[in-house]
């Protein structure tokens, strides 16, 4: 059963992405945890049941999305498992009310090059913000190499954790 509804969700999915050919002919695609919102310091609080809901987001991100990338389809591609699917959804509409946008999880970060790749031959990607890390609730930042050694071979303008912090930081 389970399998069965992951099957028809990712099916979805794919019939959305379909449609960019029929949209706009330029994309942007963003990153959620650590990249949009605030993630990491949630995740440190073990007092409480973690939800997306608490968490705070980066209010130049949010600028960045809605300013400058207004006339572009946004995607946003994140690694979180699939039950999370429609509080993000949610959650997205909340922040962003006057994007239209299109949500991918997956279940790896590795799996975001699928969508990537596929985006990138449908369209073509402005932008992808993504920090590409992960372990930042230790206080020691590791990076998805391989994911972003990937990422820097295709033809797309990537911003990773260095540039999204010179973004909030206002710099």
Not at 27 to 50: A, M
Not at 69 to 89: C, G, N, W
Not at 125 to 143: P, R, V
């Amino acid at each position: 059963m389970v399998n069965k509804f992951i099957f028809i969700f990712y099916r979805l999915i794919y019939n959305e992405l379909f449609k960019f050919k029929l949209r706009n002919k330029k994309v942007c695609v963003f990153d959620l945890d650590n990249t949009i919102y605030n993630t990491w310091p949630e995740l440190v609080k073990k007092s409480r049941v973690f939800s997306y809901k608490n968490i705070s987001i980066f209010n130049n991100m949010q600028m960045l999305v809605n300013k400058r990338y207004i006339e572009s389809d946004i995607v946003f591609l994140s690694a979180r498992k699939i039950k999370f699917y429609m509080q993000t959804f949610h959650i997205l509409k909340r922040d962003f009310p006057n994007i239209k946008f299109t949500l991918i999880l997956v279940e790896k970060t590795k799996d975001k090059l699928f969508y990537l790749d596929f985006l990138n031959e449908k369209s073509k990607i402005l932008a992808y913000y993504d920090d590409l890390s992960y372990n930042h609730e230790n206080d020691k930042i590791i990076f998805y190499k391989s994911v972003i050694d990937s990422v820097k071979k295709m033809k797309i303008n990537y911003f990773g954790l260095n540039e999204i912090i010179k973004i909030n930081n206002n710099e």
